[in-house]
């Protein structure tokens, strides 16, 4: 195919970009960016927002199939039958009418795929592949044997179902891969399975023009940023206790946490943000300087992390985050914990500082020595935009992809 047009579909939980905030949203339009002629990208995308972009674009919400028996049955016959049992039906059964619609999808689009690539998620792969003979990719997003636990899903028979699926679809695909290669070994030690053909591909950010980075005033007061959700796979508790130690020390710094609000769980019981600090933060003068912003627009984030002194972000584990490739191509001196991608995206002393992971003590220590450190934050700050350049540009990113599926079709 040296002199052919690669087309190459790409399932997305939604479209566009503005009007989903969502980590494989935002993978898949930068990649789009990077690719030259010789691609052209087709979104499949499970709800579409606004106006049809163009005609590469199909709402696959749309595209309605008839509603499976399973879910016309009666609550007496569920309880009957077992509600456990039902609910494995259910998800294959959801899986099985979304593998129609993917389908139906590719036969409605307006030029024919070489290639499909979606994410592990609910093993959705695992109806798809039997029914197209169009190579199928799993790009590995999040599978949920890491992300389950950390957020205390009580579902256990559910979750298991779940991760079991996931590795069939994983298996069962023709190309496989991963923003990180820490992600990639959980799965190859998780399953069993070798994967000698998985590919380790990062996410991609789109570099910021000089007048949109980062840069150090003096007169500005000093701020942390958070973005991310309120939850423990973000770990906003983290966040939270950390600017507490940080607070103590400094007397004038704010806290800006921008995201949704999950909740976390602490010992059973569940807190929204606002009562999480009713609870472990006691100290009026310090809630005082916290703001909860919520969803913001991606250009306020922006100019957040552009004003903001130092970002942080407190994950107890994350595969290959595109916030924080967001903050590092805008310069923002970061603070990472060090898990999954993030210890892969930062280099400790280079463009960022790595802190120990789940430790609120580690990330404020982190940021206090960068706070005391002017020239250390411009220093990280100026790598951070280079390094961006170098290793996650869509262009970089979109060359390995189309070496990836040229090997996947050459097979």
Same mark, same amino acid.
Request: aromatic share 8%.
């Given at each position: 195919?040296?002199?052919?047009?690669?087309?190459?579909?790409?399932?997305?939980?939604?479209?566009?970009?503005?009007?989903?905030?969502?980590?494989?949203?935002?993978?898949?339009?930068?990649?789009?960016?990077?690719?030259?002629?010789?691609?052209?990208?087709?979104?499949?995308?499970?709800?579409v927002i606004g106006e049809m972009l163009s005609e590469s674009i199909i709402d696959l919400s749309q595209l309605t199939e008839r509603k499976s028996i399973i879910n016309k049955l009666s609550d007496r016959v569920l309880n009957k039958i077992g509600y456990q049992y039902i609910e494995n039906l259910l998800e294959q059964g959801r899986a099985n009418e979304a593998s129609k619609r993917i389908i139906k999808g590719l036969e409605l689009q307006e030029y024919s795929s070489n290639l499909i690539e979606m994410e592990e998620s609910f093993g959705l792969a695992k109806w798809v592949v039997p029914k197209t003979r169009v190579p199928v990719v799993t790009r590995l997003?999040?599978?949920?044997?890491?992300?389950?636990?950390?957020?205390?899903?009580?579902?256990?028979?559910?979750?298991?179902?779940?991760?079991?699926?996931?590795?069939?679809?994983?298996?069962?695909?023709?190309?496989?891969?991963?923003?990180?290669?820490?992600?990639?070994?959980?799965?190859?030690?998780?399953?069993?399975?070798?994967?000698?053909?998985? =590919?380790?591909?990062?996410?991609?950010?789109?570099?910021?023009?000089?007048?949109?980075?980062?840069?150090?005033?003096?007169?500005?007061?000093?701020?942390?940023?958070?973005?991310?959700?309120?939850?423990?796979?973000?770990?906003?508790?983290?966040?939270?206790?950390?600017?507490?130690?940080?607070?103590?020390?400094? =007397?004038?710094?704010?806290?800006?946490?921008?995201?949704?609000?999950?909740?976390?769980?602490?010992?059973?019981?569940?807190?929204?943000?606002?009562?999480?600090?009713?609870?472990?933060?006691?100290?009026?003068?310090?809630?005082?300087?916290?703001?909860?912003?919520?969803?913001?627009?991606?250009?306020?984030?922006?100019?957040?992390?552009?004003?903001?002194?130092?970002?942080?972000?407190?994950?107890?584990?994350?595969?290959?985050?595109?916030?924080?490739?967001?903050?590092?191509?805008?310069?923002?001196?970061?603070?990472?914990?060090?898990?999954?991608?993030?210890?892969?995206?930062?280099?400790?002393?280079?463009?960022?500082?790595?802190?120990?992971?789940?430790?609120?003590?580690?990330?404020?220590?982190?940021?206090?020595?960068?706070?005391?450190?002017?020239?250390?934050?411009?220093?990280?700050?100026?790598?951070?935009?280079?390094?961006?350049?170098?290793?996650?540009?869509?262009?970089?990113?979109?060359?390995?992809?189309?070496?990836?599926?040229?090997?996947?079709?050459?097979?």
């Amino acid at each position: 195919m040296n002199n052919e047009i690669l087309t190459v579909t790409y399932i997305s939980p939604g479209w566009p970009l503005n009007n989903f905030p969502n980590g494989i949203v935002a993978y898949i339009d930068n990649l789009m960016a990077g690719f030259d002629s010789s691609v052209r990208a087709q979104i499949l995308a499970r709800e579409v927002i606004g106006e049809m972009l163009s005609e590469s674009i199909i709402d696959l919400s749309q595209l309605t199939e008839r509603k499976s028996i399973i879910n016309k049955l009666s609550d007496r016959v569920l309880n009957k039958i077992g509600y456990q049992y039902i609910e494995n039906l259910l998800e294959q059964g959801r899986a099985n009418e979304a593998s129609k619609r993917i389908i139906k999808g590719l036969e409605l689009q307006e030029y024919s795929s070489n290639l499909i690539e979606m994410e592990e998620s609910f093993g959705l792969a695992k109806w798809v592949v039997p029914k197209t003979r169009v190579p199928v990719v799993t790009r590995l997003h999040g599978p949920w044997f890491v992300h389950g636990p950390i957020m205390q899903f009580n579902n256990d028979n559910n979750d298991k179902f779940r991760i079991k699926i996931e590795g069939e679809a994983i298996i069962l695909s023709q190309g496989v891969t991963a923003p990180s290669l820490d992600v990639l070994e959980k799965v190859r030690e998780y399953y069993d399975v070798p994967l000698p053909d998985a =590919k380790v591909i990062p996410n991609s950010v789109p570099p910021v023009v000089k007048s949109q980075q980062w840069q150090y005033k003096a007169k500005n007061k000093q701020t942390i940023l958070m973005v991310g959700r309120f939850d423990l796979h973000k770990g906003g508790d983290l966040a939270l206790d950390a600017f507490r130690i940080i607070a103590r020390e400094n =007397k004038d710094i704010d806290f800006l946490f921008v995201g949704p609000d999950r909740g976390v769980i602490v010992e059973g019981k569940e807190y929204l943000f606002n009562q999480y600090l009713a609870a472990f933060i006691p100290e009026a003068e310090i809630t005082s300087r916290i703001q909860f912003l919520g969803h913001c627009s991606s250009d306020k984030v922006q100019r957040l992390r552009r004003n903001s002194t130092v970002t942080i972000m407190t994950s107890r584990y994350d595969n290959f985050p595109v916030s924080l490739l967001e903050a590092m191509a805008v310069g923002s001196p970061l603070v990472g914990s060090s898990v999954g991608g993030i210890k892969e995206i930062i280099i400790d002393g280079y463009n960022g500082l790595l802190a120990e992971p789940e430790s609120a003590d580690s990330i404020a220590e982190c940021a206090l020595t960068l706070l005391n450190d002017v020239e250390l934050m411009k220093k990280l700050s100026a790598n951070a935009i280079v390094d961006s350049k170098n290793r996650f540009s869509p262009e970089v990113v979109a060359k390995q992809s189309l070496d990836f599926y040229k090997s996947v079709l050459s097979k």
